[in-house]
Structures are given as structure tokens and as C-alpha cells.
């Protein structure tokens, strides 16, 4: 008989049941192997066939399972297969028998079909937590002599740990100069046919300090160098189209002015432009109205015809209509539109970027969030509020949503990693991330033709998460019963 024996590969396993449909190995066969704890008990249930072991009369084969973990082992009862003669001599000589005649199970190796349904429990020890199951082998010759003694692994640990993919952080790029924008619109009442500002007149107040609280909120910062100011003004449609050129470019002027006046800026900083009529505007509020007449007013609108043509259709056709427009949507097409540009200085030491991650984030260049968490314990509390702040800054970047992404799967929030892979876009990182975390959550079928085609982009963990899951042949599952 030659000298291989029994041998399972190690089996990914979740919690502390592993199930193995069949192994063939040369001439043993082990089949439906459970290991499960349960109650405060270790159970193991296998069949083994040993219907083709071939030993001579002479010869006694013992398989004895065996539980270890370091310096600790547990032998567990014995599997004896006799050739004949030793069979005759042990029933004669029952004391002398290699196996302990309580524990062993007793197969006659002139029987050819013959299956063992081996059981067995012992009480789980706390050593038993990621122990290994082998199979001792000893061969007994003439005389009852051991002859051979060898160990084949059957499982390398148990429980196992789960197998979870290296996750996969992109350094986001470097920006030689952080330039960034804040915008929004105003808007600033005047009198009939007048441009001058009157910051008393009407709601004129409220209007001017959403531009000044969005120029303070940067120029009072000594980290931050505001590079222009854009002003673009607007004019609702109705009266003629000159008068409304006229009326937005001048108080679209008179705006600049007003703030040149308050602030100083050096010349050229506070660029304008206008556009008579905020046809777009108009066009936006029919659309998402239920006037009686919003169908030919759009077509009004979108035609080729000149602008006081277009408002005249609506304004004589469908007068319900356009009184309505007059009240409820003109007043907001007279507004101006405003966008700071300023830098940002860059921050180079992790403890000034911690710093101003703790007091104003948004000062942070993504490069800057990605240096700060190296100093971080991968999966801690402070590492994974420092991807979700950073995702927060940059909504749509796909490396900030990657990035968070790998972040929440590590704190086992599939369901938000799932959100940011969504606009992580097709990098081939976030390709494999979504197969990664189809690996967390135990799909290893989904998993795959993402990392396939991860594995074709040049990502090499793609090419190990494929080889460690194609280890999962058999069938495996989980409970727990304590």
C-alpha cells in the first residue's frame, strides 16, 4: 500500500460549521465531513470508504482523527482496517489489539464495501479555538510492531477566519495649486427703470449679505487668497428687449461697483456679464408647471423668433397664463448670479493637516485627507470619520467615494459601500472593490466576473481574490448554537 492518505485543502468558514461534500484521495475517499461546535461540544461526522484499501494479512492500518493547536492535541476514536490473519489474531487476543477496543471502529479489510460513518464529540476547550483536524496513520506489520506512523491535514484551521480581499486605497492627485469656488444667486430689487443699489429698498438687506457672507466667509481667512469675483445679471422678459439690455447691464455695473466700493479688490478682480432676458429661466418654471397652456407657451418659447415676438405670443394669447407668470415666476428671473474663485494654502505635516481637518475640512485637497489617514489605524474610528468627511467635501469624486467605499466595507457597512461604489466610477480599483466586497459578503459567484475583469485591468489582488475563492469547491456553511 503506498504512503498518501487522506488530505483536505483548508475550507474559507465563517462562524463553526464546515461541511465537505466528497474528497478522493487515492485509495480512501472521505465524504460529507462536518466539523461543528455545538452546546459546548466539538462534533466531527465523516464517512470514509475504504473499500479499495489493499493490505496484506499480516498488516493492521489504524486512522486516528486528531485535534491540535499548538503543544495541544486531543486524540479523537479510532478507524482499525485488519488484514486478515491480524483479524484472527486479535479475536484470540483481544488485550493485545492496537486500538482501544472502546473507541474503535473496526473495518475487515477482506470486506469490500465498506463505508465507515465515523462520530465523534468532545467537550470545546478554549485551546480548540482555531485548532487543526489531521489524521494520524500508524501501520501495524507482523507481530503487532508499528511499522509506519505518518499525519495528513484534513482541515488547516477551525473556525477558520473569513478570507476578505486586500482593500485597495487610491492616493488621489497631487494639486500643484488648490483653487476652489463658491457660488450663488441674489436677488437685488430696484426701482422701476432705476440701476442705482438701495440696500434698504424692499428685501435689499437680506440679498447683498448673501454676496458679502460668501466673500467674508473666505477673505477672513488667512489660509485663503480670493483670485476674482463673478457677477452675471439677469432681466425677466417682459418689456422690450432693449430696455431690458439696458436695465441688466447696468445694474449688473452697479452691482460690481457696490462691492468694489466695500472691499477694495485689487483691479480686474470683479469680472460681469449679463443676459437680458433669462429665457432658460423662464423655460424651466413652464416645465415643471401645470398651466393650462404649458404646451404651446413652451413651444412659444423654444421658437426662433426674436425676443419681444416670443413674449408678445404669450403675453396677448394666453393672458391667465402670463398674469400668472408675472406674479409667481418673473420676479425670479431678475436675479444675479455670483462666484467667488479663491486658493487654498496646501498643508504638508499630518499634524497641521489634522489640525484643520478637526476645525475646517474643507480646506483639505483629497491628497491631503489620503496623507492625514496613513497616520490612522486602518479600520478605526478616526480612519473611517476621515474617508466619510472627505466623501462629504467631494460628493462626486469616484477616488474620495473608492476610498470611502473600502472604509465602510471594513466596518461591515455594505450597504454605504455599495452607495459610493456607485460613483466610483470604472476605475479599475472600484471594479475591484465591487468584487471585494461581493467576497465580504460571502457571493463569491458575484464576486468573480469582477474580478475578472479586474484581473484584466492589471489589478494583481484580483488575480489572488480568484485563486483563494476557487479553494471554496465544496460546499460550506454557517450556524452558531452556544
Keep these: ?151 495528513a491535514g484534513l482541515v488547516d484551521r477551525f473556525p477558520m477566519a473569513p478570507f476578505h480581499p486586500e482593500l485597495l486605497y487610491i492616493r488621489p492627485q497631487h494639486e500643484i495649486q488648490k483653487t476652489r469656488e463658491i457660488s450663488g444667486t441674489a436677488y437685488i430689487d430696484f426701482p422701476v427703470s432705476r440701476m442705482a443699489i438701495l440696500p434698504e429698498y424692499r428685501n435689499n438687506l437680506v440679498e447683498l449679505a448673501k454676496i458679502t457672507g460668501t466673500i467674508d466667509s473666505v477673505r477672513n481667512d488667512d489660509d485663503i487668497i480670493i483670485k476674482s469675483v463673478s457677477i452675471k445679471g439677469f432681466a425677466s422678459p417682459e418689456s422690450p428687449y432693449e430696455n431690458n439690455l439696458r436695465l441688466a447691464k447696468g445694474r449688473t455695473s452697479a452691482l460690481k461697483d457696490y462691492i468694489q466700493y466695500l472691499y477694495h479688490f485689487p483691479e480686474g478682480t470683479i469680472t460681469t456679464d449679463f443676459e437680458p432676458e433669462d429665457w432658460a429661466g423662464l423655460e424651466k418654471y413652464v416645465m415643471e408647471s401645470s398651466l393650462p397652456n404649458k404646451e404651446p407657451i413652451l413651444e412659444a418659447i423654444r421658437s426662433d423668433r426674436d425676443p419681444d415676438t416670443r413674449e408678445w405670443i404669450i403675453k396677448s394669447r394666453y393672458k391667465d397664463d402670463y398674469r400668472h407668470l408675472l406674479d409667481h415666476c418673473y420676479p425670479a428671473l431678475r436675479h444675479s448670479d455670483y462666484k467667488i474663485e479663491y486658493t487654498i494654502k496646501s498643508y504638508t505635516t499630518p499634524e497641521e493637516i489634522e489640525t484643520i481637518f478637526r476645525t475646517s475640512p474643507q480646506k483639505l485637497s483629497l491628497e491631503e485627507f489620503y496623507v492625514l489617514a496613513q497616520t490612522y489605524e486602518s479600520g478605526s474610528e478616526e480612519f473611517n470619520e476621515l474617508f466619510e468627511t472627505a466623501v462629504r467635501m467631494y460628493p462626486d469624486d469616484p477616488v474620495a467615494n473608492l476610498n470611502a467605499a473600502n472604509s465602510a466595507i471594513l466596518r461591515k457597512d455594505y450597504r454605504r459601500a455599495l452607495r459610493y461604489l456607485e460613483k466610483a466610477g470604472n476605475l479599475p480599483e472600484a471594479i475591484y472593490a465591487r468584487g471585494a466586497l461581493e467576497v465580504f459578503m460571502d457571493d463569491y459567484d458575484a464576486a468573480r466576473p469582477y474580478l475578472k475583469e479586474a484581473m484584466k485591468q492589471g489589478i494583481p489582488q484580483a488575480e489572488t481574490a480568484l485563486q483563494e475563492i476557487a479553494k471554496n469547491r465544496f460546499l460550506y456553511k454557517m450556524t452558531i448554537n452556544n
Design 1 to 151: 500500500m503506498n504512503n498518501r492518505y487522506i488530505f483536505l485543502s483548508a475550507l474559507a468558514v465563517l462562524l463553526n460549521v464546515l461541511c465537505v461534500n466528497a474528497q478522493k484521495i487515492n485509495d480512501f475517499e472521505v465524504t460529507d465531513l462536518t466539523m461543528e461546535v455545538r452546546d459546548g461540544y466539538i462534533n466531527l461526522d465523516m464517512e470514509i470508504d475504504l473499500s479499495d484499501v489493499s493490505i496484506k494479512g499480516t498488516q493492521v492500518v489504524v486512522l486516528t482523527p486528531c485535534i491540535t493547536n499548538g503543544s495541544d492535541t486531543l486524540m479523537l476514536k479510532s478507524i482499525g482496517v485488519y488484514g486478515r490473519n491480524r483479524r484472527i489474531f486479535y479475536q484470540r487476543n483481544d488485550d493485545l489489539k492496537p486500538t482501544d477496543k472502546k473507541d474503535e471502529m473496526y473495518k475487515p479489510a477482506d470486506i469490500r464495501d465498506g463505508v465507515i460513518n465515523y462520530s465523534t464529540s468532545a467537550h470545546f476547550l478554549n485551546w480548540m479555538d482555531g485548532c487543526s483536524l489531521s489524521v494520524i496513520r500508524t501501520d501495524f506489520g507482523c507481530c503487532g510492531k508499528s511499522a509506519l506512523v505518518s499525519s
